[in-house]
Structure formats: C-alpha cells, structure tokens
Nanobody, 122 residues
Framework: VQLQASGGGLVQAGGSLRLSCAAV????????MGWFRQAPGKEREFVAA???????TLSDSVKGRFTISRDNAKNTVYLEMNSLKPEDTAVYYC?????????????????WGQGTQVTVSS
C-alpha cells in the first residue's frame, strides 16, 4: 500500500485546513486509517484514526477541532482541521493498520505516507 498525503500549508491561527490521504493498493474492511504528526524536536504523536465502518477516535488535544473521515470507494482518508493553533504546527503523516477498530499506537501501523507540512502562524 502506498499513501499519498496532501493539503498541508500555511494558515493563520484560527484558520482551517483539510488534509487528504489516498491509498494506492489493496485496502479492505480490515484497514484502519490514521493521522499522526511530528513537530520539530518532538516524537511522532497520534492525532486521529478511523475504521472501515466509520468508527473514529481523536487525541484529546484535537477533540472538538479536528474531524476524521474516510471515503472507502476512493480509498481516501480526510482530516478536517478547524480552529488551528500554533501548537498544531507539524508534519502530518497518514498511515494504515490492520484491524476493525481505530488504533492509537504508532507501532500498530504498517504503511506510512510521506507527510505534509502544516504551519500555523500566530
């Protein structure tokens, strides 16, 4: 599976961005899709994940501001980011894991995209 993320950019605090990640290759009802992010000097951290059936989970730091969704027909996962803050600045990565429920642990994800930069200015 190859993952191609897009949609990053520069936005002012309070603004919005929508990230997309298209999976090229075989996905199925047992494919979980997730988003992680890594800020400079920090470890990669979980942001959001969604199962094939649409069940999702979000990190506490983005709840109420971010929404994850997926279009199974297009093998694409989306991350709608609203009310962005400077601390959301990071490279955002999409990834896939095997399973039927959303997963938060980085180690459970097998395939990773190349990352897309999100920069939020104050």
């Amino acid at each position: 599976v190859q993952l191609q993320a897009s949609g990053g950019g520069l936005v002012q605090a309070g603004g919005s961005l929508r990230l997309s990640c298209a999976a090229v290759g075989r996905t199925s009802s047992s494919t979980v899709m997730g988003w992680f992010r890594q800020a400079p000097g920090k470890e990669r951290e979980f942001v959001a994940a969604v199962s094939w059936s649409g069940g999702s989970t979000l990190s506490d730091s983005v709840k109420g501001r971010f929404t994850i969704s997926r279009d199974n027909a297009k093998n694409t996962v989306y991350l709608e980011m609203n009310s962005l803050k400077p601390e959301d600045t990071a490279v955002y990565y999409c990834a896939t894991a095997y399973g039927y429920r959303p997963k938060e642990r980085l180690s459970e994800y097998d395939y990773w995209g190349q990352g897309t930069q999100v920069t939020v200015s104050s």
